[in-house]
Nanobody
Framework: EVQLVESGGGSVQAGGSLILSCTAS????????IGWFRQAPGKDRERVSC????????YYSDSVKGRFTISRDSAKNTVYLQMNSLKPEDTALYHC????????????????????WGPGIQVTVSS
């Protein structure tokens, strides 16, 4: 069974940093991109960032570009999200997601048509 395990959430003051990680297990074959979405109370889910575990493809939403950095450890099937200069507007429940690397996988990530979801991890940024 495929599992996505998230860690690194918590509470931080504005301007601080956190690192989220998402580790995937249970894949029998094929590579997956691992990315992040977030959803704040009363708001729609939004894309954050995504990285292929097999190549250099990277995506950042405009709201986090320049502040967040996504990286990968392919051997561990783990993606890290380094979040710097955090703002209160970054407060949300963050979900990692895995997208199989076939066809237009990037397009499927953009649409939110992912293969697996993590349970979610809370990030709270206070002012």
């Amino acid at each position: 069974e495929v599992q996505l395990v998230e860690s690194g959430g918590g509470s931080v003051q504005a301007g601080g940093s956190l690192i989220l990680s998402c580790t995937a297990s249970g894949f029998t074959r094929g590579d997956y991109a691992i990315g992040w979405f977030r959803q704040a109370p009363g708001k729609d889910r939004e894309r954050v960032s995504c990285a292929s575990t097999a190549d250099s493809t990277r995506y950042y939403s405009d709201s986090v570009k320049g502040r967040f950095t996504i990286s990968r450890d392919s051997a561990k099937n783990t993606v890290y999200l380094q979040m710097n200069s955090l703002k209160p507007e970054d407060t949300a429940l963050y979900h990692c997601a895995a997208v199989a690397l076939w066809g237009r996988w990037y397009h499927r990530y953009i649409l939110g048509s992912v293969d697996y979801w993590g349970p979610g991890i809370q990030v709270t940024v206070s002012s």
